[in-house]
């Protein structure tokens, strides 16, 4: 635990007095008075020293915080309806293995705050890993009460991300290309997101902007939004169009729907109030507003958005537990030598090795990644298939989610032993493919795509994350993987095709077969 964190909270123990709960509570209290601006999320790390396998209990626990709001300038904090000031205290739990039967967000009211118990009730074989608190408003004190004797508070900190990380605008502009918009009209300046929007052109997506310029931060951009949709529809005649909103319009307040009622144009449009800063920055921010959005014009029905929604949380957890979200600068890292752990992955299935290769990936990107399993395994060992699992079900996800899948198997010369899930269910997959393995008595684990979703720490073997994350290669090696290779640039090789692509790692391993007799 850092110095500062130790300085800022204290953790005590009290008895219970509340109803017929009895046990010690555990109590982090904030030692002084925290500026505004710091308590983005406050992670308290937790950890079972015994678990009776095959039994179930519950945390009951309790929050308590300030009901006043803090004295800070009214123009930096956005209004906060009186009834509900805690509607933005988010709670959510990091599991190592089996799922919470309830692990949905909790919004507490401020009269019901003080004192209340919740219950969160888990399954066998569970280690609690993490306890997450984030008040991006209010300054909290966090009571955790619970009657087990041999739980005990590992560290307690402040996180803080000060590197780069994927933006809620991209989320946004990604969805709406997932939803087949045919054009998506930028609202801000002309480079904003210029990547990404450029990148979107080789998926068949046209995008345009405003091109917002000084004065129009002064002044609107509401015209220059009217007339942009209209240049926009007659030039492309798309059937569905999105906007997305940028940091400058939506910081001064642009109306997008105002402006798609004046455009009133023949077609579809999507209006999505997203920027950088949505929520508390995290990229799966502007995909769930954009979700929401196409929900409202009838683009999309509630069932799938609930589903979509409810695993991108699912994978802000999995970044702010395991992956490049978790509270420190983390410095790029390329990562191990792909020849010498191509070596070693061939070696394994020439002698004999049982090996296991798991595709947990993310969408579009699962054609880089499929290149990894593409190489025939007889010409290594024709009596050692590898057991190979993947997130590849042609049944779950948008029509063009479920379409990757398909292409994906069509294309491989391996079928699956196993399929996990959907193509955008990777947060909860990679758990699925453990459960499946578990008792495969396995030497090595190959996990490529969002490996940090994989419970790797559950195996006592040999492993190899691929990741397309420079930040992620020191988080793997952190959560136990014994190798780790980055792939570079998944998003700019897999936009815009319907065919695996080539993969370093997926060249160096059939390379690496071709030396097995030199």
Same mark, same amino acid.
């Given at each position: 635990?850092?110095?500062? &964190?130790?300085?800022?909270?204290?953790?005590?123990?009290?008895?219970?007095? %509340?109803?017929?709960?009895?046990?010690?509570?555990?109590?982090?209290?904030?030692?002084?008075? $925290?500026?505004?601006?710091?308590?983005?999320?406050?992670?308290?790390?937790?950890?079972?020293?015994?678990?009776?396998?095959?039994?179930?209990?519950?945390?009951?626990?309790?929050?308590? =915080?300030?009901?006043?709001?803090?004295?800070?300038?009214?123009?930096?904090? +956005?209004?906060?309806?009186?009834?509900?000031?805690?509607?933005? $205290?988010?709670?959510?739990?990091?599991? #190592?293995?089996?799922?919470?039967?309830?692990?949905?967000?909790?919004?507490?009211?401020?009269?019901? $705050?003080?004192?209340?118990?919740?219950?969160?009730?888990?399954?066998?074989?569970?280690?609690?890993?993490?306890?997450?608190?984030?008040?991006?408003?209010?300054?909290?004190?966090?009571?955790?009460?619970?009657?087990?004797?041999?739980?005990?508070?590992?560290?307690?900190?402040?996180?803080?991300?000060? %590197?780069?990380?994927?933006?809620?605008?991209?989320?946004?502009?990604?969805?709406?290309?997932?939803?087949?918009?045919?054009?998506?009209?930028? %609202?801000?300046?002309?480079?904003?997101?210029?990547?990404?929007?450029?990148?979107?052109?080789?998926?068949?997506?046209?995008?345009?902007?405003?091109?917002?310029?000084?004065?129009?931060?002064?002044?609107?951009?509401?015209?220059?939004?009217?007339?942009?949709?209209?240049?926009? @529809?007659?030039?492309?005649?798309?059937?569905?169009?999105?906007?997305?909103?940028?940091?400058?319009? /939506?910081?001064?307040?642009?109306?997008?729907?105002?402006?798609?009622?004046? =455009?009133?144009?023949?077609?579809?449009?999507?209006?999505?109030?997203?920027?950088?800063?949505?929520?508390?920055?995290?990229?799966?921010?502007?995909?769930? /507003?954009?979700?929401?959005?196409?929900?409202?014009?009838?683009?999309?029905?509630?069932?799938? &958005?609930?589903?979509?929604?409810? #695993?991108?949380?699912?994978?802000?957890?999995?970044?702010?537990?395991?992956? #490049?979200?978790?509270?420190?600068?983390?410095?790029?890292?390329?990562?191990?030598?792909?020849?010498?752990?191509?070596?070693?992955?061939?070696?394994?299935?020439?002698?004999?090795?049982?090996?296991?290769?798991?595709?947990?990936?993310?969408?579009?990107?699962?054609?880089?990644?499929?290149?990894?399993?593409?190489?025939?395994?007889?010409?290594?060992?024709?009596?050692?298939? +590898?057991?190979?699992?993947?997130?590849?079900?042609?049944?779950?996800?948008?029509?063009?989610?479920?379409?990757?899948?398909?292409?994906?198997?069509?294309?491989?010369?391996?079928?699956?032993?196993?399929?996990?899930?959907?193509?955008?269910?990777?947060?909860?997959?990679?758990?699925?493919?453990?459960?499946?393995?578990?008792?495969?008595?396995?030497?090595?684990?190959?996990?490529?795509?969002?490996?940090?979703?994989?419970?790797?720490?559950?195996?006592?073997?040999?492993?190899?994350?691929?990741?397309?994350?420079?930040?992620?290669?020191?988080?793997?090696?952190?959560?136990? @993987?014994? %190798?780790?290779?980055?792939?570079?640039?998944?998003?700019?090789?897999? $936009?815009?095709?319907?065919?695996?692509?080539?993969?370093?790692?997926?060249? /160096?391993?059939?390379?690496?077969?071709?030396?097995?007799?030199?």
């Amino acid at each position: 635990m850092s110095s500062k &964190s130790a300085n800022l909270f204290a953790i005590k123990t009290q008895q219970s007095t %509340h109803g017929d709960l009895s046990s010690p509570l555990l109590v982090i209290v904030p030692q002084q008075t $925290l500026p505004y601006s710091s308590l983005k999320v406050l992670k308290i790390s937790l950890a079972f020293d015994f678990i009776t396998e095959g039994s179930s209990f519950n945390i009951p626990f309790a929050i308590n =915080a300030p009901v006043t709001a803090p004295q800070v300038p009214s123009s930096k904090v +956005p209004p906060i309806p009186p009834a509900n000031p805690h509607a933005n $205290l988010v709670i959510s739990l990091a599991l #190592m293995s089996a799922p919470a039967v309830s692990q949905s967000p909790i919004n507490v009211d401020s009269e019901q $705050l003080l004192n209340t118990r919740y219950s969160l009730i888990f399954s066998s074989k569970i280690c609690l890993s993490s306890f997450i608190i984030q008040s991006p408003t209010y300054n909290c004190i966090i009571i955790l009460t619970t009657n087990l004797k041999y739980l005990f508070i590992k560290n307690c900190e402040l996180i803080k991300i000060i %590197h780069p990380r994927p933006s809620p605008i991209a989320a946004t502009l990604y969805t709406l290309r997932d939803m087949n918009v045919d054009v998506i009209v930028m %609202h801000g300046p002309t480079g904003c997101c210029f990547r990404t929007a450029r990148l979107l052109e080789s998926d068949g997506v046209r995008v345009v902007t405003t091109g917002m310029s000084e004065n129009d931060f002064i002044l609107g951009a509401g015209e220059k939004l009217v007339e942009s949709l209209t240049e926009a @529809y007659d030039a492309f005649k798309p059937e569905l169009m999105g906007i997305a909103g940028t940091c400058a319009s /939506m910081i001064i307040g642009e109306d997008l729907k105002e402006a798609i009622a004046t =455009a009133d144009l023949p077609c579809t449009v999507i209006p999505v109030e997203s920027h950088g800063g949505s929520g508390e920055g995290d990229n799966t921010v502007g995909a769930i /507003m954009a979700l929401d959005a196409a929900v409202e014009a009838g683009v999309i029905p509630r069932e799938e &958005s609930e589903r979509q929604i409810e #695993m991108l949380e699912k994978a802000t957890e999995v970044e702010k537990t395991r992956g #490049m979200a978790q509270g420190k600068y983390i410095k790029p890292n390329f990562g191990d030598s792909k020849e010498s752990v191509a070596k070693s992955v061939v070696r394994a299935l020439k002698d004999d090795k049982k090996v296991a290769f798991v595709l947990n990936v993310k969408k579009e990107t699962s054609y880089l990644f499929a290149d990894i399993i593409n190489f025939d395994y007889n010409e290594i060992n024709p009596e050692n298939k +590898p057991i190979f699992v993947a997130n590849l079900d042609e049944n779950i996800g948008l029509p063009r989610i479920r379409q990757h899948a398909v292409n994906i198997k069509d294309q491989l010369d391996i079928e699956p032993d196993y399929i996990t899930g959907g193509l955008d269910e990777y947060p909860i997959t990679g758990n699925n493919a453990a459960e499946y393995l578990k008792d495969k008595d396995l030497d090595l684990i190959v996990v490529f795509g969002v490996p940090h979703a994989f419970p790797i720490e559950e195996f006592d073997v040999e492993s190899v994350a691929v990741t397309d994350g420079p930040r992620l290669v020191e988080p793997l090696r952190e959560l136990g @993987y014994t %190798h780790v290779v980055a792939e570079l640039d998944a998003h700019s090789k897999t $936009l815009g095709t319907e065919e695996i692509v080539f993969s370093d790692f997926g060249g /160096m391993i059939r390379s690496a077969i071709g030396w097995l007799d030199e």
